[in-house]
């Protein structure tokens, strides 16, 4: 009962803290006279996935990789089947209004790529320096479209729309105090390291107490955890009307696990490939990801009656995974 209390504890740390840092950055990058632009795309991609960075790197560092690989193929798995299906029970998402065709094709081609070099057996540097080199092309392309979209409606409708959509997720204020900057950014890079240790320490005493391996807890137990997050963003997404909000979130969180959660981790150690993985777990998660391209390509809602569907499915790859 400790060891769930304890991971219960950490988790929360992290998802405050990430919360935190998040905060401070964007702020101190506005106050600094950073372009909202830069701020969008860089700082808060990589503040709200600092939490499941952490856990790959204290994952690694403890000797307990499945949890780190675990953390990202289930939380990618779960952002598709739970993250969009549970608010759809509450709200039909309308995804037919939105476009997102573009970067669900590149979700789509980070996850092929991902799942082939799973397949070499282990990530090391090199598969880390492709999935970054990815990932940086993925940045330049939406810098570009960004940048394209400012000269079609003009700079000040740009700095607008983007400080308005960064007000709505992160309270962005060009004019917070430095001393409360430096309170939220103090308690992020306290609180993300010392909340990853505690899950992945304690998280591993489950999964030995329980005769489960450590790749289980990853994708189950630490990989819902580090979602609920984009679950709550989805949520309030759903009942706002917000599809676009809704769908982008997840599309470009998993992208952003993909290339740079595992990128960034191989940086601290070798990532061995559970056989597990390439039996099963890849490829529920690239069958999750397919699931959507009626939603995107078919001008599809997500009612009721696919959230239920959605729900559904996560809850059998679950119970099969416990099983």
């Known amino acids: 009962m400790t060891a769930w209390l304890l991971s219960g504890l950490g988790l929360l740390i992290l998802l405050l ?8 950055a964007v702020n ?3 106050r600094l006279g950073v372009p909202a632009l830069i701020v969008s795309l860089t700082i808060v991609a990589f503040g709200t996935s ?28 779960a952002n598709i089947l739970l993250v969009l299906g549970l608010p759809a029970l509450l709200a039909t998402l309308h995804t037919s209004e939105c476009d997102s065709r573009k970067n669900y094709v590149f979700m789509l081609l980070a996850t092929v790529l991902f799942i082939g070099l799973a397949f070499c057996g282990v990530f090391n540097l090199t598969s880390g320096a492709i999935l970054l080199a990815a990932l940086s092309l993925v940045l330049w392309n939406a810098f570009r479209e960004a940048r394209t979209h400012r000269k ?7 700095d607008d729309e983007e400080l308005e959509e960064l007000e709505g997720l992160e309270e962005a204020d060009p004019n917070m105090p430095y ?11 306290i609180g993300l390291p010392m909340g990853a240790h505690l899950l992945v320490d304690n998280a591993t005493i489950i999964a030995r107490t329980y005769g489960v391996s450590e790749t289980v807890i990853g994708l189950t137990l630490v990989a819902v955890g580090t979602s609920l997050p984009e679950l709550a963003t989805t949520v309030m997404a759903a009942l706002r009307r ?16 993909l290339l740079a959660i595992v990128g960034i ?59």
């Open 17 to 24: 803290a990430g919360d935190a840092l998040v905060r401070g």
């Open 28 to 30: 101190l990058s506005l």
């Open 50 to 77: 600092a939490p499941e960075l952490l856990i790959a790197i204290s994952a690694i560092k403890e000797n307990a990789p499945g949890i780190a690989l675990g953390n990202v193929v289930g939380s990618n798995t």
């Open 152 to 158: 079609a409606c003009g700079q000040a409708c740009a």
């Open 179 to 189: 001393w409360k900057l430096s309170i939220y950014l103090v308690l992020g890079l």
């Open 242 to 257: 917000q599809a676009d909000v809704a769908l982008g979130n997840v599309i470009g969180s998993n992208m952003f696990n």
């Open 265 to 323: 981790a191989t940086w601290f150690g070798r990532i061995p490939v559970d056989p597990e993985f390439l039996q099963f777990d890849l490829w529920v998660m690239l069958g999750a990801s397919l699931l959507l391209i009626p939603f995107v390509f078919m001008k599809k809602d997500i009612t009721r009656v696919w959230g239920f569907v959605l729900t559904l499915l996560y809850a059998v790859y679950i119970v099969s995974l416990l099983a």
